[in-house]
């Protein structure tokens, strides 16, 4: 299973688009780069999914590099609400999910 | 529907004891993952159930931990002569349908030992 950084924590405002870069630099050919969400006191959820160039949905989208070694989940226009901690995982949708400690975004007014 | 439900959702034990926690995965959901999450950190893989196997027990820190999963669905975790360090928060997820990449998780169970 790929490894992935990416950033411990980060600050943005109401209204802005944030970017959050995962590296995973021993990305396999059937990997797929998948980003959950969790808040205070729950379980994680599922935010998007992709394996190359850009996906996007009603949340967010995903922008894959050509190389696949890196990846940015880009949330559009936060709200305080997306106050939360972000994960980037990394497999070939078959196995166990491994989660690092996550970004930390902070969202304020 | 309902989603994947755990119980309790809080427990508190006292150091030596044993703790039984329980999921209740998304009915047909084939796949189903205990995780543990101690405060302010990433979650850990613990085990892995595909159907009533368990081809992954490679995350059981101790052989205090043990899990079973029956007809497919429930699936309980037993932690046996607790251990402080066993307190955290511990998550179910399950997955398996149309979108059977995705998992979703119960609420968890927070763990006390005193």
């Known amino acids: 299973l790929a490894k992935t950084t990416q950033p411990i924590s980060m600050d943005s405002y109401e209204g802005q688009e944030v970017n959050i870069t995962c590296s995973h630099n021993?990305?396999?050919?059937?990997?797929?780069i998948t980003w959950y969400q969790q808040f205070p006191s729950q379980g994680p959820r599922f935010i998007i999914q992709?394996?190359?160039t850009k996906v996007t949905n009603e949340v967010a989208s995903l922008f894959i590099p050509a190389d696949r070694k890196s990846s940015t989940l880009s949330l559009p226009r936060v709200s305080l609400s997306d106050t939360a901690v972000y994960y980037c995982?990394?497999?070939?949708?078959?196995?166990?999910?491994?989660f690092g400690t996550g970004t930390r975004l902070q969202v304020f007014p | 529907g309902a989603g994947v439900s755990q119980s309790p959702s809080n427990k508190v034990t006292e150091k030596g004891k044993d703790v039984e926690l329980r999921c209740d995965p998304i009915?047909?959901?084939?796949?189903l993952y205990w995780y543990r999450q101690s405060l302010g950190q990433g979650l850990e893989f613990l085990i892995y159930?595909?159907?009533?196997?368990?081809?992954?027990k490679s995350g059981l820190p101790s052989d205090r931990f043990s899990a079973e999963r029956t007809g497919g669905s429930v699936s309980t975790l037993t932690i046996q002569r607790t251990q402080q360090e066993d307190s955290a928060v511990y998550l179910c997820?399950?997955?398996?349908?149309?979108?059977?990449?995705?998992?979703?998780f119960g609420p968890g169970t927070r763990l006390t030992v005193t």
């Open positions: 992709g394996y190359k």
């Open positions: 009915s047909g959901h084939t796949a």
């Open positions: 997820a399950s997955s398996g349908g149309e979108q059977n990449y995705e998992q979703y």
């Open positions: 995982l990394v497999g070939d949708n078959t196995d166990k999910l491994i």
């Open positions: 159930f595909q159907g009533n196997s368990a081809p992954d």
């Open positions: 021993n990305i396999a050919t059937n990997d797929y």
